[in-house]
């Protein structure tokens, strides 16, 4: 079978039904307007219906509810347990620790609303596997289980010596492994579909096929459409990748695509591998391999990066880059010998907004500050898109909570290069970080220059730094 150039989630499973789309035709009235239906507006939507019942609340989005990184990624659904390293080292121990706890308490939101509002998305708990595929990322994939032990949280992780991790991810490139415990996988495209009928049920307005044209930010404020308008005390925006177009989030996100497969159904050949449904894998590579089983017995199998937008745009290789995907099918059977036999019979790719630390937040802009955003996943969205939709919901109504007056809401905490030192600087830094990682991976030291280059990947510059045209002569 040829391989279709599709979204698997979308389009191979049959549970995924497309929708008649009922688009905006007029000018309507809201208390909120959120703009995007994937995982942060919807949560958004529900939240702002649990915390204050009866708040009108109109949704709009461009596509289709899940048609974004919500409905393409590779269904992993884990808190921060591992990036607890990062978490205390820009917030401290003890915001840390609530964040991280916040993360968790998403991923029990996301089972409990699954359970009660009968989502029937595949979605299992049954640990996050994170491997180290050469010595160089033993370190890395051990760090955040090695501090979890230090602050007295031995309930995150298990570290996996090399033949139990070898087992559990089939791989014979294995050397060592940690299982978050309180995570799992999920078919993220229906858990979308069905996060949007419980937000229909809980009296939001939602209308897809219609994508905001333009943004006044007057009080009330009001988001054009192109057939109509949303007048509405408070918007909150959701789009992902697209804020990247907002002038004042330009500089402080880019845009990397994630490309994935789907191989043909076979039991034998997971049992082969010793995956499980409900327990994801990833590698300790920066552009991260990733991968699960999915509910038919297919191998779900991804990679981060690709070529960059310029000016953070998104671009059509970020939904299909063929070039990409050979590579990560060569990626997935040189780990993966067991794989070599089966066919790939999906392929596809999505944008990633991708910050300089790896952490979202959520930001106000406007006169008014009545505009409100959540932006930044960074690869992973599918459990955090809980907690940034909950606190878009307290900032929205104007609560006082620990989710308003969290450490994610603040203004961008760092700011890119503009352009073009931007795409240059990171088409230097991805290809260095490739480099010194293939290196590392055959045991080898990288070039200091690459070395060098590597750690660009956390460099900010300051909000007020531009380019001056050069003014003409004559």
């Known amino acids: 079978m040829m391989a279709r150039a599709g979204v698997y989630w979308q389009g191979g499973d049959t549970r995924w039904q497309p929708r008649d789309l009922v688009p905006l035709t007029n000018t309507v009235r809201a208390d909120v307007c959120i703009v995007g239906g994937g995982f942060t507006g919807l949560w958004a ?34 808190g921060w347990d591992d990036a607890l390293p990062k978490l205390v080292a820009r917030f401290g121990r003890d915001a840390a620790l609530w964040l991280l706890d916040a993360s968790r308490r998403g991923v029990d939101d996301i089972r409990d609303t699954v359970r009660e509002g009968g989502i029937d998305c595949d979605f299992a708990l049954e640990g996050g596997l994170v491997v180290a595929a050469s010595p160089a990322q033993v370190d890395g994939v051990q760090e955040a289980a090695v501090m979890a032990h230090d602050v007295g949280r031995d ?22 492994g940690a299982l978050i415990l309180h995570a799992g996988s999920v078919q993220p495209a229906l858990l979308a579909q069905g996060l949007r009928r419980l937000a229909v049920e809980a009296g939001v307005r939602v209308y897809e096929a219609t994508p905001m044209l333009a943004l006044d930010r007057t009080l009330p404020a009001v988001v054009k459409t192109p057939s109509g308008a949303v007048v509405a005390d408070k918007v909150v925006l ?11 989030l330009r500089r402080t996100i880019f845009i990397i695509p994630s490309h994935v497969v789907a191989t043909a159904p076979s039991r034998e050949h997971l049992q082969r591998l010793g995956w499980v449904n ?5 590698d300790g590579r920066t552009a991260v391999h990733y ?23 998104v671009i059509p290789a970020h939904f299909h880059d063929r070039r990409e995907i050979e590579e990560i099918i060569a990626d997935m059977h040189a780990l993966l010998p067991a794989t070599r036999d089966l066919a790939v019979e999906w392929r596809w790719g999505g944008p990633v907004d991708r910050t300089q630390h790896g952490l979202p937040w959520v930001g106000t802009v406007g006169p008014h500050a009545n505009v409100h955003y959540g932006v930044g996943y960074s690869g992973n969205g599918v ?19 620990d989710y308003a007056s969290s450490p994610l809401v ?15 600087g990171a088409r230097a830094v991805r290809g260095a970080i490739e480099r010194c990682e293939v290196m590392e991976d055959k045991g080898l030291t990288p070039d200091p220059v690459s070395r060098l ?22």
């Open 45 to 78: 939507a529900l939240s702002l219906q649990r915390l204050a019942p009866g708040t009108d609340v109109v949704l709009i989005e461009r596509e289709y509810c899940g048609a974004g990184a919500s409905g393409r990624n590779g269904g992993w659904v884990s």
């Open 155 to 176: 309930d995150l992780f298990r570290i996996l010596a090399k033949d139990e991790a070898r087992d559990m991810w089939g791989s014979p490139a294995t050397e060592a």
């Open 238 to 248: 959701a789009a992902g990748s697209w804020l990247a177009l907002v002038p004042e």
């Open 278 to 282: 409900g327990r994801p894998f990833s």
């Open 291 to 313: 991968g699960q089983r999915t509910g038919d017995d297919r191998v779900v199998f991804g990679r981060g990066g690709g070529r960059l937008g310029y000016g953070g745009r």
């Open 383 to 401: 459990a955090p898109s809980n907690l940034i939709g909950r606190t878009l919901a307290s900032v929205a109504l104007g609560l006082r909570d």
């Open 410 to 424: 603040c203004d961008p905490p760092t700011y890119l290069p503009p352009e073009p030192f931007r795409s240059f």
């Open 453 to 474: 280059l590597r750690r660009g990947l956390g460099v900010s510059m300051p909000k007020g730094v531009h380019l001056r045209r050069p003014k003409r002569s004559g």
